[in-house]
């Protein structure tokens, strides 16, 4: 079973940047879809961004333009580079395998967005 730490959360404006890292404890070489979810107070997790093993990325509505996600197969982390933060970017943040068939979920990094 591999585990997920992501990192890189915080307290940001609005129109500022973070990047989050997502480690896992084994090798997500073999893994075909590697992505970001978010989960905010009261809501359901949804779905952020996914990368395929051979780097073609997918974004929700939402964060399409602000939000970049990339992997490094040789340290089995996966990054997620957000930028034009807004107050509704503020949520958990987890990584997790991108079509189903999910690791146990991280303890996710917590990403606010406020003035």
């Known amino acids: 079973q591999v585990r997920t730490m992501e990192s890189g959360g915080g307290v940001v404006q609005p129109g500022g940047s973070l990047r989050l890292s997502c480690a896992a404890s084994?090798?997500?070489?073999?893994?075909?879809?590697m992505g970001w979810y978010r989960q905010a107070p009261g809501k359901q997790r949804e779905f952020v961004a996914t990368i395929s093993r051979g780097g073609t990325t997918n974004y929700a509505d939402s964060v399409k333009g602000r939000f970049t996600i990339t992997r490094d197969n040789a340290k089995n982390t996966v990054y997620l580079q957000m930028n034009s933060l807004k107050p509704e970017d503020t949520a958990v943040y987890y990584c997790?395998?991108?079509?189903?068939?999910?690791?146990?979920w991280g303890q996710g990094t917590q990403v606010t967005v406020s003035s």
């Open positions: 997790n395998k991108g079509r189903g068939g999910y690791w146990d």
């Open positions: 084994g090798s997500i070489t073999s893994i075909n879809a």
